[in-house]
Nanobody, 121 residues
Framework: QVQLVESGGGLVQPGGSLRLSCAASGSIFSINAMGWYRQAPGKQRELVATITSARATNYADSVKGRFTISRDNAKNTVYLEMNVLKPEDTAVYYC???????????????WGQGTQVTVSS
């Protein structure tokens, strides 16, 4: 089993910053891509940013220049540094990991439980 534990969400004023973390643990042989997605009330879940094992990154246009994704392979952890936050960034943020379990020859997709980010004055 693989577990993802997210942290770092909260309430912040417009223009403020937050840093999200997501740590993967359990029977992991290797981790491929990691990423962050978000879902606002009444909307579909959308990609925020992804990062490969080679640290190639991809961002949604709406967050380019404001958010930075990074990872620590030794800790199986992915981070999302969010700056210049806007009210439209308000959503539940989910961590996603694509990993190969120990003893397996295939990859599986895992999701975290989500962490609330609210941007409001």
């Amino acid at each position: 089993q693989v577990q993802l534990v997210e942290s770092g969400g909260g309430l912040v004023q417009p223009g403020g910053s937050l840093r999200l973390s997501c740590a993967a643990s359990g029977s992991i042989f290797s981790i491929n891509a990691m990423g962050w997605y978000r879902q606002a009330p009444g909307k579909q879940r959308e990609l925020v940013a992804t990062i490969t094992s080679a640290r190639a990154t991809n961002y949604a246009d709406s967050v380019k220049g404001r958010f930075t994704i990074s990872r620590d392979n030794a800790k199986n952890t992915v981070y999302l540094e969010m700056n210049v936050l806007k009210p439209e960034d308000t959503a539940v943020y989910y961590c996603k990991t694509i990993a190969t379990p120990v003893g397996a020859s295939y990859v599986l997709t895992y999701w975290g439980q989500g962490t609330q980010v609210t941007v409001s004055s």
